[in-house]
């Protein structure tokens, strides 16, 4: 038996058919910020950041997000003003008053996602998002980059994949 968003060794066609698509991603990438060129000069930036840690959640996306070891790290694309928000962990835990200093990128939680936790709900006094939540098992093998992108990739997390695989690369 597997626990759910466990990270394992990928079969050998399988694996190649991903780093396949993978690859392709990152191809795509490559196109779409060369053919917006220096307009997108401020949010490359900003990107950059993100960059630096990929299993960082965005509050601005939809879709799943991959954290690893139960800790959540959020991430925003505007930091030029300060934000006070809450996390809640599905219907288990709430966490309220934090506060998201201006000019930082990246927010750490400082409580462990719950066990079991799937949604989590990050709420402003402007909006509110939702976060489908993949978790790496304590026991999934983190060293192996390789099986780390793939697992992303499975579980729906294409930002955070292509972060990671830039991050290989060294591009920073």
Request: hydrophobic fraction near 40%; include cysteine; aromatic fraction near 6%.
């Amino acid at each position: 038996m597997e626990a759910e968003g466990s990270v394992k060794a990928p079969d050998i066609r399988e694996g190649r058919t991903k780093l396949g698509a993978i690859a392709g991603l990152l191809t795509n990438e490559r196109k779409r910020t060369e053919a917006l060129g220096s307009s997108r000069a401020s949010t490359i930036a900003t990107e950059r950041k993100i960059i630096e840690n990929p299993w960082a959640v965005s509050i601005e996306e939809p879709g799943p997000a991959c954290v690893r070891d139960d800790h959540l790290v959020l991430s925003r694309s505007e930091a030029t003003k300060e934000m006070s928000f809450s996390v809640v962990f599905g219907n288990k835990k709430r966490i309220d008053g934090l506060l998201w200093k201006a000019g930082e990128f990246l927010y750490a939680v400082r409580d462990p996602i719950p066990p079991g936790t799937h949604v989590i709900v990050v709420e402003t006094h402007e909006k509110w998002g939702q976060i489908d939540v993949k978790i790496a098992s304590a026991g999934a093998d983190l060293a192996n980059p390789i099986e780390v992108l793939l697992w992303m990739f499975n579980n729906g997390c294409r930002r955070q994949a292509i972060a990671f695989a830039l991050q290989l690369r060294g591009i920073k």
